[in-house]
């Protein structure tokens, strides 16, 4: 079989996301990254959480800023609220799946904190809690989302960011999320210590 024309057809699919996507989320990638370096410059944390895949790419965004992206520097504090099971599955149990993010955002998110909250195929109940959570806590949120994603944009407010793809094909909003946390650790880098020469 030949595969060819179907590995082209992706690449070619995602390069054209790619190209349609820099102008329109250019200014609230910059202003998510402004938002998150000035809360870690006040010592403060970010705090970030997605479903299935989503919780992966919240993962690499806390790893990137706990470990290093491509330079070495210190460590920035940043963690994944999906990560361990075994608190997941105890608040699913007691409390229901809506409640997973928002009740450990109530017990480990402060004022000036960020919550960054990934949604890359519909919006989760969960997530829209979390962001409300955030917001009782007094932190500010950076919401990466998707064109399905119409009820994030109401629960912004004016010191958050919203970054959404312009796609309803989640393999290519995926793939711009991605592209879109490696830049915004670049940013952060860049804007904490100086010095970033991307190639």
Same mark, same amino acid.
């Given at each position: 079989?030949?595969?060819?024309q179907?590995?082209?057809?992706s ?24 938002i ?8 403060r ?13 919240? /993962? %690499?965004f ?13 460590? %920035?504090p ?25 009740? /450990?955002l109530?017990? %480990? ?6 919550l ?10 969960? %997530?829209?809690q ?6 009782? *806590? ?11 994603? $119409? ?13 959404? #793809?312009?796609?309803?094909? *989640?393999?290519r909003v ?6 879109? #946390? ?10 904490l210590? $100086? $010095?970033?020469? $991307?190639?």
């Open positions: 079989m030949d595969y060819y179907i590995i082209s057809d690449f070619q699919s995602t390069i054209e996301t790619i190209a349609a996507s820099v102008d329109t989320i250019a200014e609230p990638l910059g202003r998510a990254s402004e998150m370096a000035r809360a870690l410059l006040e010592d944390k970010i705090i970030a959480c997605g479903n299935g895949v989503d919780g992966a790419l919240a /993962q %690499l806390t790893s990137n800023l706990l470990s290093r992206l491509e330079h070495d520097r210190p460590a %920035l940043a963690l994944a609220l999906n990560s361990d099971g075994t608190i997941l599955t105890a608040i699913a149990h007691a409390g229901g799946l809506s409640d997973i993010y928002a009740r /450990q109530r017990a %480990l998110g402060q004022a000036g904190d960020v960054l909250c990934i949604s890359s195929d519909g919006e989760a109940n969960n %997530l829209l979390a962001v409300q959570a955030a917001h009782e *806590r007094g932190m500010a949120v950076v919401a990466l989302s998707n064109a399905t994603d $119409g009820e994030f944009g109401t629960l912004l407010g004016p010191g958050d960011a919203g970054i959404c #793809i312009d796609s309803v094909r *989640r393999p995926v793939e711009l999320h991605t592209m879109t #946390i490696q830049c915004l650790c670049q940013l952060i880098e860049h804007s210590f $100086g $010095g970033y020469h $991307g190639e």
